[in-house]
């Protein structure tokens, strides 16, 4: 399946990644690339097979709800562009 | 001395010998990377210090006899990424160039445990997407059999640092392939065990339902050892198993007779490359010898598991790094007008060509109208493809067959089409995709490049595994050859 440079652009914004019009082009013609070479799943018949998402068949487990991880809060936001009074801070949001 | 042509399992008998220290091992490990590495470009970070006082304390509990077993003092490197408390963890990525790791990742823990000293981070594929290294921020790892040639990736700073004999072992992830294809170019033993058997925790996500943690080795003896200190239940880790990890040592010695490998007959057709098939071909015929019994099986759905990767794979890692928006750690772009150009701009200087194509790709795949077609379809195929393996290893013990269609290839080579480079995991993306243990040992070689057998075992099956390629390392010596220019 071909992907024309629009339906890139509204990927690309999709995903949040801003991508130049000189590099739409590439994109456009590797997304297509992956695209047919994906399509060779069209030609399975999987009428009655339910997907699969864990190889193991494990289901979901669960824990008790108790605290586990007590406060890091300085120790995580060390990594952290930019932050204030135990803050992350982003451009205003709003007006 | 040179301690660098021994394995793990002789320099930890020579330590408790007093032959030698972990001091003077972790020395000669340091000087092994310090000549070498500038060339190869294993390592992105080097924690020598702390190394040299790990070996100290090794030896100091050694003295006061408490040692914390055969692993104690012995010198690895961790592929990166894994995180390592109060070291740079960068995944390869420009994205966490300046990202110290809060915390460790569980196989951290529990190799500083096991008394391992780390001399440093490997280089990798940017979020281990790549089978060539290639995409890494730091630059391309070569292959030590040939630098003009790569050494396969994800994992390819792991598996050249072993090849050429700078640590006698590392750490390796692999989601496709990245352990197995990396170890056969560059002539060393890998493993990946069962999804599930190691924890994820703190092991940077790229394709949480297929990302698995493993060992490269110079034997699988070494391999067996390294597993065993990594495997286990990780509450922290929600797929992690629940189930005692299996003794993967004391069986090594086990007789092959009566076992059967299955040979899968799609993984011999054509597109193989005839010297990897003679390799191939010779070493089965040495396992006949070991008298295991070998059959054709089929995989029918088998050649499915490409399309099906690049589905699931790429979307559980547009979801998986929707993480990096520049606003908790890693890179971050310069006076982001609004919310959504700091996202934007943040993601498209941080990551790489590769990654952003498959964000896109699996953005696209999980969009509205396009998911029943492409990530449901996948995922109804990929359970054909895991329940074709299971209906095989009813009938044998064991699967083979090689683990590459081809020998190393050149660097630059296979750069201008995506797809082209996506066809390197042909054998091993299967194995992911069915949670499958699997291992690639070196059976051969051709133009000087080794060649590597994939075995593949059942679910949990990694001590069968582990027997079968220690087996054929008795009776042979492709495990042994190191590349000239490091002896």
């Not at chain 1, 690309?12 to 047919?36: C, F, G, M, P, Q």
């Not at chain 2, 030698?20 to 210090?49: C, W």
């Not at chain 2, 999804?195 to 391999?223: H, K, N, P, W």
């Not at chain 2, 198993?241 to 299996?246: H, K, L, N, Q």
């Amino acid at each position: 399946m071909s992907l024309d440079s629009g339906a890139v652009k509204n990927i690309a914004h999709l995903a949040r990644i801003d991508v130049s019009e000189a590099d739409l082009e590439t994109y456009t013609k590797d997304l297509s690339n992956i695209l047919d070479m994906v399509d060779q799943m069209n030609a399975v018949d999987v009428t009655g097979v339910e997907p699969l998402s864990n190889a193991l068949d494990a289901t979901q487990r669960l824990r008790a709800d108790v605290v586990t991880e007590t406060n890091k809060r300085e120790a995580l936001q060390a990594n952290a562009p930019a932050t204030e009074d135990g803050c992350f801070l982003v451009p205003r949001v709003i007006e | 001395m040179t301690w660098h042509t021994k394995t793990l399992t002789e320099l930890s008998s020579a330590i408790a010998a007093g032959e030698t220290t972990s001091r003077e091992l972790t020395e000669h490990f340091i000087a092994r990377v310090e000549a070498h590495d500038g060339e190869l470009n294993t390592f992105v970070t080097r924690t020598f210090d702390a190394a040299l006082a790990a070996a100290e304390a090794a030896d100091a509990r050694r003295a006061a006899g408490e040692s914390l077993g055969p692993l104690d003092g012995l010198p690895f490197a961790h592929k990166d990424i894994f995180c390592t408390k109060g070291v740079k963890t960068t995944c390869g990525s420009k994205m966490l160039d300046n990202f110290i790791s809060p915390y460790d990742a569980t196989v951290v823990e529990k190799l500083q445990a096991a008394g391992m000293v780390c001399l440093g981070k490997t280089n990798m594929d940017e979020f281990a997407m790549g089978s060539s290294n290639e995409t890494s921020y730091y630059g391309d790892v070569k292959n030590p059999w040939d630098t003009s040639k790569v050494p396969g990736g994800s994992s390819g700073g792991s598996a050249s640092a072993v090849g050429a004999r700078l640590v006698p072992a590392t750490t390796g992830t692999d989601t496709g392939g990245s352990i197995r294809q990396p170890a056969a170019f560059c002539g060393i033993t890998g493993i990946k065990p069962t999804y599930g058997r190691v924890s994820r925790y703190g092991m940077i996500a790229f394709a949480s339902s297929l990302d698995q943690a493993g060992v490269f080795a110079t034997t699988a003896e070494d391999a067996a050892l390294m597993l065993q200190a990594m495997s286990g239940f990780d509450e922290r880790d929600s797929t992690s198993i629940e189930r005692p990890v299996d003794d993967l040592v004391t069986g090594l010695g086990e007789s092959l007779a009566g076992k059967t490998i299955g040979l899968p007959k799609q993984f011999f057709a054509d597109g193989l490359e005839p010297e990897v098939k003679a390799a191939v071909d010779a070493a089965i015929n040495e396992y006949k010898s070991l008298g295991t019994e070998v059959k054709e099986i089929d995989l029918p759905n088998i050649g499915l598991s490409v399309p099906v990767y690049y589905v699931v794979a790429p979307a559980e890692a547009s979801a998986n790094l929707s993480r990096f928006d520049g606003v908790r750690y890693g890179h971050r772009c310069d006076n982001p007008e609004d919310l959504t150009d700091l996202y934007k701009r943040t993601r498209a200087e941080g990551f790489g060509d590769e990654v952003k194509r498959r964000i896109m790709m699996g953005t696209y795949a999980l969009s509205s109208g396009y998911y029943d077609a492409y990530y449901i379809k996948a995922q109804k195929i990929r359970r054909l493809i895991r329940d074709d393996f299971l209906k095989a290893f009813e009938e044998v013990d064991l699967i083979a067959g090689p683990t590459t269609p081809g020998l190393p290839f050149g660097l630059g080579e296979q750069t201008d089409d995506p797809v082209t480079m996506y066809l390197n995991d042909i054998f091993t993306i299967g194995v992911n995709l069915a949670g499958l243990p699997g291992m690639s040992i070196p059976v051969g070689e051709a133009s000087g490049l080794p060649i590597g057998l994939q075995l593949v075992g059942k679910h949990f099956g990694e001590a069968e595994l582990l027997n079968a390629a220690h087996q054929y390392q008795q009776v042979t010596d492709w495990h042994k050859a190191i590349p000239a220019a490091y002896q």
